[in-house]
Structures are given as structure tokens and as C-alpha cells.
């Protein structure tokens, strides 16, 4: 039973590492939180069910248009939300973040209304790679598994090996400085909220088959990726990934041995715990102000 739960712990703390790091690359560009991330995941996640579907694409050509959609989804909001803010303070952002949540949730439940929709990939939920007297593994669980390496290893070398990475870094350490020394900071910025909303989308595409497509899909999942930002710093990638990582431990071993009932609190109970106690979080320096 505990490989079980280990192997369950990893699928779920996966998904919400990819939250986390959506969030954390906004976080660390611009000192935003992006409270829209999980219904930008959301109708992203519609762009596909509606290309798999109603248009009857291949999954491939469906994917690939629907992480064009989402780059361009984050690339216009702050475009059109975040730049253009007059005189922008922190909670003026993130009341933008929550309004561009609310239009995304009106929109969804417009166009393709609030039932419950079952969502099929091919690589399915029921269907059992391995099955011993202590686990069974199947193939959504072990696909999660590998994309979310697969999309962390890309974020890395992409921040770490490329120029695109170096001017995201460089914009993200000192703007003035960065545009000084010709980067143009607002199209990084741009691009950064671009990538998060690509990263999101494919938090969203493995949360749908385990759960149910509907205007509320995210709901959960944005609130455990936050906790996982959280306890990791939303200023450290690697620090959101084993946040995802021990929220999703955390909360199975609790479900399993405490109450299943309360498993959801405890994402909430996370985040109060260690805003009281670190604030910046787990991998990060917490600095006081003394003048």
C-alpha cells in the first residue's frame, strides 16, 4: 500500500509542480500572482476537447493548437491587462488577475456550458501497465510522470541555455539594467506570461482525465499549486517543483492514514503554515526590513 501511495503522491505532486512552476514564472518576471493561471489552464484545455471533438483533429495537431492558443492567451493578457495597468500596485494586479478570472469562467460556461464532460487522451486513466499485490500503474499516471519531467527539463535548459532564458533571467534580476543593455523587457515579459500559460495548459490536459471538464476543473488544482509555489518561494523553480512534490506527499499520506474527507485542507493549511512561519518559503531567504 505505501508504494501505492508513493506512486500516487508523485502523479499528483507532478500536476501540481506544473501549477506551481506556471505560477512561478510570472512571480518571478513581474512580483505578480496569477490568480487566472487555473482558468487559463481551463479553456485552454476546452481548445482541445473542441479540436479533438467537434473538429475531429488527430491529438498531436490538437495539442500543438492548443499550446499555440495558451502562449498567445498569457501573451495577450499582459498585453492588453498587465502593461497597460496605470500607476500599478500589487493588489491592483491582482485584482486584473482575478477579473481576467472571472471572464475566463463567464466565457467557458457561455460557450461551452457547465456540464460535466468526460475527457479522453491516449493514454488513458483505467488502462493498467503494471499491476503487482502493492501497486498497479497506469498509463495516465506514468504519461504525468514523464511530461512533467519532460516540461521541467525543458524550462531548464530554456532558462539556463539559451538567450531567450538569459534575457527572461536578466529582465527578471534588474529591468533598468536589462533595458539599458537592449533587452526588450516588455516582450520578455510578454513571452514569460506566454510560457507560463503553455505550462499551465499542460497541467490542465492531465488534471481533465482523472477529474471532469467543466468550467470549475481548476479550482482545486490552482489552489494546491499555489500552496506548492508557496512552500517551495515563488521566486524558485526548483523550489515549486519539490513544493508540488511534498504537497502531493503530504496530502496522500494524510488522506490515507488521517481523513479523506479533510484531504483538501491541507493545501490551505500549508500555505498558513508556512507564511507564518517562513514566508518566503522553503528554498529562499526570508530578508527583514530594518529601515
Do not use: C
Not at 512552476?21 to 487559463?40: D, R, T, V, W
Not at 512533467?148 to 538567450?163: P, R
Not at 526588450?184 to 477529474?211: K, M, N
Not at 499520506?253 to 503554515?273: H, N, Q, W
Amino acid at each position: 500500500m505505501i508504494t501505492q501511495l508513493l506512486i500516487n503522491s508523485l502523479v499528483a505532486g507532478s500536476i501540481y509542480a506544473l501549477i506551481a512552476l506556471a505560477m512561478n514564472l510570472i512571480y518571478k518576471a513581474s512580483e505578480i500572482p496569477n490568480f487566472a493561471q487555473g482558468e487559463m489552464s481551463m479553456f485552454s484545455t476546452y481548445i482541445t476537447f473542441l479540436l479533438l471533438t467537434t473538429f475531429g483533429y488527430p491529438f498531436s495537431i490538437a495539442l500543438t493548437g492548443t499550446l499555440l492558443f495558451a502562449f498567445l492567451l498569457g501573451f495577450i493578457f499582459e498585453f492588453l491587462f498587465i502593461r497597460r495597468a496605470k500607476e500599478p500596485n500589487l493588489l491592483g494586479f491582482i485584482i486584473i488577475t482575478l477579473g481576467f478570472q472571472l471572464v475566463l469562467f463567464g466565457l467557458a460556461g457561455w460557450k461551452f456550458g457547465s456540464d460535466q464532460r468526460t475527457f479522453s487522451l491516449p493514454f488513458s486513466e483505467t488502462e493498467i501497465l503494471i499491476r503487482t499485490e502493492s501497486f498497479v500503474l497506469t498509463e495516465h499516471n506514468l504519461a504525468s510522470i514523464i511530461i512533467a519531467i519532460f516540461v521541467m527539463a525543458g524550462l531548464y535548459i530554456l532558462l539556463n541555455h539559451t538567450k531567450l532564458g538569459l534575457a527572461m533571467r536578466a529582465s527578471q534580476q534588474n529591468v533598468k539594467a536589462a533595458k539599458f543593455n537592449g533587452i526588450p523587457t516588455d516582450r520578455i515579459l510578454g513571452i514569460s506570461f506566454g510560457i507560463s500559460s503553455v505550462v499551465g495548459a499542460i497541467a490542465g490536459i492531465l488534471v481533465a482525465p482523472v477529474a471532469t471538464l467543466d468550467p470549475t476543473m481548476m479550482w482545486d488544482p490552482l489552489i494546491k499549486g499555489f500552496a506548492a509555489a508557496v512552500l517551495g518561494s515563488l521566486e524558485s523553480l526548483p523550489g515549486a517543483v519539490i513544493g508540488g512534490l511534498l504537497l502531493g506527499l503530504v496530502e496522500n499520506l494524510f488522506g490515507y492514514y488521517v481523513s479523506l474527507e479533510f484531504k483538501s485542507i491541507v493545501a490551505f493549511g500549508i500555505i498558513m503554515l508556512v507564511l507564518f512561519v517562513r514566508p518566503s518559503g522553503l528554498f529562499q531567504k526570508h530578508y527583514i526590513r530594518k529601515v
